[in-house]
């Protein structure tokens, strides 16, 4: 069964960090491109950052991030333990959102693309930034 489950998230104060998890079950995730995602009460989805699969770039996978996280956020994965992560730092209170994961629906497209259709979402991991 493909299951993904998004863990890490928690309160913290504005300018601390977390590190999101999200590992994948049912499947090998390496030959998946990966999304993070986040969704604010009364606001859309929203892409937060995506990473190409890393079958044929190991390490070297190509990243993306929404413009109000770059260089605060980190994505990377771990192939051996099947999981992705989402390190973010510099929180601020409008980061406060339901984050998930999620995987692209095609094993291996090459590039990467953030604006697809991506499947087998998580059930989510609250993130709240608050003094």
């Known amino acids: 069964q493909v299951q993904l489950v998004e863990s890490g998230g928690g309160l913290v104060q504005p300018g601390g960090s977390l590190r999101l998890s999200c590992s994948a079950s049912?499947?090998?995730?390496?030959?998946?491109?990966i999304g993070w995602f986040r969704q604010a009460p009364g606001k859309e989805r929203e892409v937060v950052s995506c990473?190409?699969?890393?079958?044929?770039?190991?390490?070297?996978?190509?990243?993306y991030y929404v413009d109000s996280v770059k260089g605060r956020f980190t994505i990377s994965r771990d192939n051996a333990a099947n999981k992705v992560y989402l390190q973010m730092h510099s929180l601020k209170p409008e980061d406060t959102a339901v984050y998930y994961c999620?995987?692209?629906?095609?094993?291996?497209?090459?590039?990467?693309?953030?604006?697809?259709?991506?499947?087998?979402y998580g059930p989510g991991t609250q993130v709240t930034v608050s003094s």
């Open positions: 990473a190409s699969h890393s079958i044929s770039n190991g390490e070297n996978i190509n990243t």
């Open positions: 049912g499947f090998n995730l390496s030959y998946y491109g």
């Open positions: 999620a995987i692209d629906g095609l094993a291996l497209r090459p590039g990467l693309n953030c604006h697809i259709e991506f499947v087998h």
